[in-house]
Nanobody, 119 residues
Framework: QVQLVESGGGLVQAGGSLRLSCAAS????????MGWFRQAPGKERKFVAA????????DYADSVKGRFTISRDNAKNTVYLQMGSLEPEDTAVYYC????????????WGQGTQVTVSS
């Protein structure tokens, strides 16, 4: 089992920045990749960014490329999402997720953290 706890959400004005954190615990040695997803009110959950735990390879949704940066600190078992040039359309609940070796999917999810961008 892997437990994930997000933090860092809040209210920010358009154009501002925010950094989300996701702390992992439990069987962290089994993690292959960690990702960030978001879900706006009335919409489906969508992929935002992902990073492999060992090599640090990253992937981003087109909507956030150049504005968001995902990173990880293996020693702290924490993944970050630095968000810049925020837009009201970025308003959503942001979820952290973990994919373990051999699972082929994100099996573990955090509780989510709200990000609200005001215009």
């Amino acid at each position: 089992q892997v437990q994930l706890v997000e933090s860092g959400g809040g209210l920010v004005q358009a154009g501002g920045s925010l950094r989300l954190s996701c702390a992992a615990s439990g069987r962290t040695f089994s993690m292959y990749r960690m990702g960030w997803f978001r879900q706006a009110p009335g919409k489906e959950r969508k992929f935002v960014a992902a990073i492999t735990w060992s090599g640090g390879s990253t992937d981003y949704a087109d909507s956030v490329k150049g504005r968001f940066t995902i990173s990880r600190d293996n020693a702290k078992n924490t993944v970050y999402l630095q968000m810049g040039s925020l837009e009201p359309e970025d308003t959503a609940v942001y979820y952290c997720a973990a994919e373990t070796f051999g699972s082929m999917s994100y099996a573990y999810w955090g509780q989510g953290t709200q990000v609200t961008v005001s215009s």
